[in-house]
C-alpha cells in the first residue's frame, strides 16, 4: 500500500459540500476532491458514501434534467475508492462503537475504513466525527489545496 | 513530557521513567539456533515493528545486541517533525503488547498488523515449542509478552478462515473456461485480484461473450480472512459498463440542496 499519509477517508459531507457549494466549506471540499482527481491523494470511502449522497440529492433540485446520470457518473469516479462492508469491515466498526465516541453506525463505518486501506484520517464537515480517535485515526476538516493554486483571475 | 496512559495494561510503563528501548528475545539457547532461524525470526521482529509504528513518525534502530539467549535492544529515533519519541514509542510498544496479546488468547490478528507479516510470522512459528526456540519476546525493563506455539495455532486458524455470503464482485472479465468446472474470472477492481466466478454450463458461453468486457457478478461470495473475494458460486453475470465521466469542476454546485452536516446527522441518527 502506499504512503499512509497519501491516502484519507472522505466523508459524506465533503462530496454534498462540493455539490451544494456550501459556504465555507465549497472551496476546500473542491480543492481535496480535486487533489485526488489529480492523483495527489488516495481517497477512500465505504460504499455506503454513494447511498448517503444520492439520498441527498433526491432532497435536491436538479440543475438540469440529467443531474441524476452526472451524480451516478460522479460517484463513480475513478478517484474515490470505495471499500465494501464485510464482515472484517463490521467487526473493526463494532469495536469504533465500543471504544470511541462516534454517535452512530455509519460514522463507525468511515472509521472503520480508515483502519482498512491504513489512512490516518477520516476528512469530514461533521464536528461531532472530527472529534473520533482510534488506533490512531481522527477525524478532521478538509484541509485545502496540497499544490499552490492559480490564481487565474488576478491582474 | 509524559506519555499517554497505557491502553492495555503496564507491560511498558516502565520505559517512561528510562530510555525507551525495545528487547527482542529468541527464547532458546544461541548455540541452537540456527543462522536460519535467527534470520527468520529478526525478519518477522522488524516486520512487527514496522507495522505497529508505521504512523508514529519513529524507526528502530539496534542498540545493542548480546547472545546468551539472542537479543537484540532497539532503541526508536525520530524521523518525522514535530514527534515526541516517548510518546510515539508508548504506542508502539502497546500495539505489540495488545497484538501478542490476542495473539497468544486466539482473539486473531490485530488490524496494524499487515497480512505478509502475518504470514511470516504464521511461517516462522510453526517450529515454536517444537524445536530448540520456544517462542519469541518483546520486553521492556522485565516487563515480556511472549509469542509461543499458542500464536501459530491462532494464525492457523485466521488466515485459513473463510466466509460466505450473498455477495457481487466488479471487474473484468479476463477467463471463461470449463476447466476445473464451468468459469469465469473477474478481476475485481476494488482489490485487483482475479475471483474465480462459477456458473452453470449452459451459461459459459454467453459469459464467454464478456470477455475483456466490465462486468458484475452475483451470487455465493467466498471471502478470505482480510475481506478479499476469493470465488463466487451461482454465479449471475452482467454487464457493467463503464459510466460516463465526469470532472470535480463540473460537479461543483451542480445540485442546490438541504445543508450536508445537520441532513447527515438526521439521516444517521445518534
Request: some cysteine.
Amino acid at each position: 500500500m502506499a504512503d499512509r499519509s497519501s491516502r484519507a477517508v472522505v466523508d459524506a459531507s465533503v462530496l454534498i459540500a462540493h455539490l451544494n457549494r456550501e459556504e465555507g466549506r465549497f472551496d476546500k471540499s473542491r480543492e481535496l476532491l480535486t487533489d485526488a482527481e489529480a492523483g495527489r491523494l488516495d481517497l477512500w470511502a465505504p460504499m455506503v458514501i454513494q447511498v448517503e449522497v444520492t439520498r441527498w440529492s433526491k432532497d435536491a433540485d436538479p440543475t438540469d434534467p440529467e443531474g441524476r446520470a452526472r451524480l451516478d457518473a460522479f460517484l463513480e469516479s475513478d478517484w474515490l475508492h470505495v471499500v465494501e462492508v464485510d464482515r472484517r469491515m463490521a467487526r473493526i466498526a463494532r469495536d469504533v462503537v465500543a471504544k470511541t465516541s462516534a454517535k452512530t453506525g455509519v460514522d463507525a463505518l468511515y472509521v472503520a475504513t480508515a483502519v482498512i486501506v491504513e489512512a490516518r484520517t477520516v476528512y469530514t464537515w461533521d464536528d461531532r466525527l472530527q472529534t473520533v480517535s482510534y488506533e490512531g485515526i481522527a477525524g478532521a476538516e478538509p484541509p485545502g489545496a496540497t499544490e499552490p493554486q492559480l490564481d487565474l483571475e488576478g491582474p | 513530557m509524559i506519555a499517554p496512559e497505557s491502553q492495555v495494561g503496564v507491560l511498558y510503563d516502565a520505559h517512561r521513567e528510562g530510555t525507551a528501548l525495545l528487547t527482542f528475545v529468541i527464547n532458546g539457547e544461541s548455540h541452537e539456533v540456527t543462522a536460519e532461524q535467527f534470520r527468520t525470526l529478526v525478519d518477522v521482529a522488524v516486520r512487527i515493528m514496522k507495522d505497529a509504528s508505521q504512523s508514529e513518525g519513529v524507526e528502530f534502530t539496534v542498540e545493542s545486541l548480546h547472545a546468551s539467549a539472542p537479543t537484540i535492544v532497539w532503541q526508536p529515533q525520530v524521523i518525522g517533525a514535530e514527534v515526541d519519541v516517548n510518546e510515539a514509542f508508548t504506542n508502539v510498544a502497546n500495539r505489540i503488547d495488545e497484538g501478542v496479546t490476542m495473539l497468544e488468547a486466539d482473539e486473531g490478528v490485530p488490524d496494524w498488523m499487515a497480512a505478509a507479516t502475518a504470514n511470516a510470522l504464521y511461517q516462522a512459528s510453526s517450529d515454536f515449542g517444537e524445536g530448540s526456540v520456544d517462542g519469541v519476546s518483546f520486553n521492556t525493563n522485565g516487563h515480556a509478552r511472549k509469542l509461543t506455539r499458542r500464536t501459530y495455532r491462532t494464525l492457523d486458524r485466521v488466515l485459513h478462515e473463510k466466509t460466505d455470503a450473498i455477495g457481487s464482485v466488479t471487474g473484468t472479465l479476463v477467463t471463461a473456461t470449463l476447466s476445473n468446472g464451468p468459469h469465469v474470472t473477474v478481476k475485481d477492481e476494488i482489490h485487483d485480484r482475479g475471483v474465480l466466478c462459477y456458473v452453470a454450463k449452459a451459461d459459459l458461453r454467453a459469459a464467454g461473450q464478456l470477455l475483456g468486457e466490465r462486468v458484475t457478478v452475483v451470487g455465493k461470495l467466498r471471502r478470505d480472512y482480510l475481506g478479499r473475494p476469493l470465488q463466487v458460486r451461482n454465479s449471475r453475470i452482467e454487464a457493467t459498463p463503464e459510466p460516463s465521466r465526469v470532472t470535480v469542476a463540473e460537479m461543483a454546485g451542480a445540485l442546490t440542496g438541504p445543508e450536508s452536516v445537520p441532513w447527515l446527522r438526521e439521516q444517521r441518527g445518534g
